[in-house]
């Protein structure tokens, strides 16, 4: 008999999700928070801001249960969809969802939907209007700022680079687009010499991609953009190694505490800089209240700063840069 209880007790523990917080009050709602990845700051201030969105309901009558489950790494579309469908097949009440693909997670949301499972997106859209709201930073302004600012550094006269991240990504992809648009219009001056290298989706591939770019364009690149994390490190790394750190203008995006301190050392200069916290936070809460029948804005833009040498010390700077995480 107790070996049967053990046997079930496993099969139980197989078909619930790593990190499963369901308890056994089968009247709270089950949200499952489903990020691009789990190995990266930014996706553990993502995290944060979801729980306290939970901890908030958990104060009041209706109950919520929070799972949170994603792929390791940010180019494992597979391990992304296969995490939705287990969710959808143990009839979570609603999914928060950071599509690693703009079309790639379509169908399995499509199927969800169909299922009666109601799916918000955050920080990077999908090709579906079946979705209650996206919540997420105005990716291409960021873009556009980010043009303005590598132009004002080169004093509008330069040649640059742009690292792309990989294809797919809606939230990276408007970032470029967004870069290259402000530019093409507002900065004749620039010359961008690379736009169509990828990055993939680690710091360790996109190193690679910074060193071909190195090699091939040498003396040339006086200034550089890259659209997220990864390849902002990637980059970094690969101007250290060839001792060109500092002296190469280096825009990037997200911030870490090697970021920050490589931006003290002024061989960064400029990050911009998303509320992961707000992202996760929003996202959640927009779930909770449309299951509790309240009406949810289709988007929700959760802003970005520019951080300098100059303005990283500034209190409100300072709550940009370093928000709240969860910890492995």
């Not at 079309?103 to 299922?115: K, N, S, Y």
């Not at 040649?159 to 967004?178: M, N, P």
Request: hydrophobic content about 45%; overall charge neutral.
């Amino acid at each position: 008999m107790k070996k049967k209880i053990r046997m079930a007790a496993a099969l139980l523990a197989a078909l619930l999700p790593a990190g499963c917080d369901w308890g056994f009050d089968r009247n709270a709602l089950r949200i499952a928070v489903i990020p691009k990845a789990t190995n990266m700051e930014f996706w553990k201030s993502v995290h944060a801001g979801a729980r306290k969105a939970a901890e908030e309901q958990n104060r009041g009558d209706k109950k919520v249960r929070l799972t949170w489950k994603g792929p390791l790494r940010e180019d494992d579309r597979e391990q992304q969809i296969q995490v939705v469908e287990g969710f959808v097949s143990q009839g979570v009440h609603g999914i928060v969802l950071a599509p690693l693909d703009n079309r790639a997670l379509v169908r399995p949301v499509e199927e969800a939907r169909q299922a009666g499972i109601p799916a918000v997106i955050i920080d990077s859209a999908l090709d579906s209007p079946n979705t209650l709201s996206f919540v997420a930073t105005d990716n291409f302004r960021s873009g556009e700022i980010a043009a303005g600012h590598l132009a004002s550094l080169l004093f509008d006269s330069g040649k640059v680079v742009l690292l792309r991240f990989q294809e797919g990504s809606a939230s990276a992809t408007a970032r470029e687009e967004g870069f290259l648009a402000k530019m093409k219009s507002h900065h004749p001056g620039i010359v961008v010499l690379s736009a169509d290298q990828y990055a993939g989706a680690t710091r360790e591939t996109a190193k690679r991609a910074a060193e071909n770019l190195l090699q091939r364009l040498g003396d040339e690149i006086q200034g550089i953009f890259c659209p997220n994390e990864s390849t902002t490190a990637g980059f970094l790394l690969a101007l250290q190694d060839a001792g060109k750190a500092g002296k190469v203008t280096l825009v990037g995006f997200d911030a870490t505490n090697a970021f920050l301190e490589a931006m003290a050392r002024r061989e960064i200069h400029g990050l911009l800089v998303q509320n992961p916290y707000k992202m996760g936070y929003l996202g959640v809460k927009s779930m909770l209240d449309h299951l509790q029948g309240k009406a949810v804005p289709q988007r929700i833009d959760t802003g970005v700063v520019m951080v300098t040498a100059e303005n990283m010390n500034a209190p409100d700077i300072q709550e940009w840069i370093h928000p709240p995480a969860v910890e492995p």
